[in-house]
């Protein structure tokens, strides 16, 4: 496999731009899947305020009233719903295309692993040329799209910030979902001063990796030093503590087990790259060896704040001897077997 790990090839693959897409593209489509939810919720607020405006319109036509200020609150409604759809339609668009990218470059690597040929190079040239169009295009098209977004939040701000606004929310018993409140309230980012722990959940530090079935989610170690750390040298992307842990701590368990190999190509390419800062070619030959251990859960690789750690859990594994791994704790909550209650003849 000498022609995997061969530098010309590596820079014919992916260059660090990339890289870093293909890194981010699970939790980028996660962040996109929560953007497309919250547009959804306020689209069905806006159509509430829409219908509500109708009736109100029409019962003041049949008792012979000006209706007036309600006709004109009804066509700032209907742009604001177009406007909410349209960043709903872009962000379905971008799912769709970095869902097809995320299953080209699954296949591209299946396929690069297991060539015997020594012709990875030639042999996988047009695709992986295509596959590099398909990347830099949709890198694109995510900053268009993220900046229209931005413009169109802007719009609707303005909107539901109107006073008229929020009195037909009233009127109408309309009710306010968090993700309207959220926009309307712009809470100011607290600095590492204003850290204050608030949920019982929640702990200073934690050298516990727990993956939860129960839960469907998994908790990765975390000290206070590198919570505080995100804090200070990111001071506009957090709110809190706790916001740090729960967006760089806290993941889906389909996050890592929906697509097991790139995940931990995901993973080992991020610790050797970003963690260890070392060379885009050690991190790309780690990834490789590690995408199909199929008995490495890709949590533990997350887990890892250094390659010794992982080096060390690859020799108690190897070697059956687990309970000699110190590094941190690692925890499984399985989900109880369904039972299957027959009457036996």
Request: contains cysteine; glycine residues 0%; charged residues 25%.
């Amino acid at each position: 496999m000498e022609a995997i790990y061969n530098n010309t090839f590596l820079n014919s693959l992916f260059t660090s731009d990339e890289f870093n897409f293909i890194k981010h593209l699970d939790s980028s489509n996660e962040e996109f899947a929560k953007l497309l939810e919250n547009e959804k919720q306020i689209r069905d607020i806006i159509v509430n305020l829409i219908n509500g405006l109708n009736d109100s319109i029409r019962k003041s036509n049949i008792n012979h009233k000006n209706s007036s200020k309600e006709v004109n609150m009804l066509s700032k409604s209907q742009k604001v719903f177009e406007t909410v759809n349209s960043n709903i339609s872009m962000l379905q668009i971008n799912e769709e295309i970095s869902n097809n990218i995320n299953k080209e470059i699954i296949d591209l690597l299946i396929k690069v692993e297991a060539d015997e040929s020594n012709s990875s190079e030639s042999k996988f040239i047009d695709e992986i040329a295509s596959l590099k169009t398909k990347i830099a295009d949709f890198s694109n098209v995510v900053e268009d799209m993220k900046t229209t977004i931005l413009q169109n939040d802007s719009i609707l701000q303005s909107f539901i910030n109107d006073s008229d606004v929020q009195d037909y929310f009233r009127r109408f018993s309309i009710k306010y979902s968090s993700i309207i409140q959220d926009v309307v309230k712009q809470e100011p980012v607290k600095t590492v001063e204003d850290v204050n722990i608030v949920s019982k959940d929640i702990q200073e530090n934690n050298n516990c990796l727990l993956i939860s079935e129960t839960k469907g989610k998994v908790y990765l170690p975390y000290s206070k030093f590198e919570v505080l750390e995100y804090l200070d040298k990111y001071p506009h992307q957090y709110t809190s503590f706790e916001d740090v842990i729960k967006q760089e701590f806290i993941n889906t368990t389909d996050y890592y087990l929906k697509h097991p190999a790139v995940s931990r190509f995901r993973e080992a390419y991020a610790l050797i790259r970003d963690r260890e800062a070392k060379s885009i070619f050690e991190a790309f030959k780690v990834a490789m060896d590690m995408m199909f251990n199929y008995s490495l859960n890709p949590a533990i690789i997350a887990a890892c704040k250094f390659q010794s750690q992982l080096e060390n859990y690859l020799e108690c594994l190897s070697s059956n001897h687990l309970d000699n791994f110190k590094d941190f704790e690692i925890k499984f909550e399985v989900a109880p077997l369904k039972v299957n209650h027959k009457t036996k003849i």
